[in-house]
């Protein structure tokens, strides 16, 4: 069974910058993917980010390219968002989750097997 804790939200002003940390626990195997999505209040779950574990290839949503960036420390089995130049609708619930990388998109939600709690991100004007 695989955990995932997320951490690193916050309140910051417009322009400014937050790394998000997801801490895994259990067994992720080589062949999964790991993403973040986001949440805000309305509207559906977006996916942001992802890495494939395997390859180490990265994907982002057309809104956050070349502002985030996702990466992962395997020895400390950490995935990080770094997220520059925040603007106000970034603000969301920031999700981290998991799932093999053979199923399904890796922006579509319910793909997914493992999902953490979630931390939010707030960005003011």
């Known amino acids: 069974q695989v955990q995932l804790v997320e951490s690193g939200g916050g309140s910051v002003q417009a322009g400014g910058s937050l790394r998000l940390s997801c801490t895994a626990s259990g067994v992720i195997q080589n062949s999964f993917l790991m993403a973040w999505f986001r949440q805000a209040p309305g509207q559906e779950r977006e996916g942001v980010a992802v890495?494939?574990?395997?390859?180490?290839?990265?994907e982002y949503v057309g809104s956050v390219e070349g502002r985030f960036d996702i990466s992962r420390d395997s020895g400390k089995n950490v995935l990080y968002l770094q997220m520059n130049s925040l603007k106000p609708e970034d603000t969301a619930m920031y999700y981290c989750?998991?799932?093999?990388?053979?199923?399904?998109?890796?922006?579509?939600?319910?793909?997914?097997?493992?999902w953490g709690q979630g931390t939010q991100v707030t960005v003011a004007s």
């Open positions: 890495l494939y574990l395997a390859s180490g290839r990265t």
């Open positions: 989750a998991a799932k093999p990388w053979y199923r399904g998109t890796w922006y579509t939600s319910s793909d997914y097997s493992f």
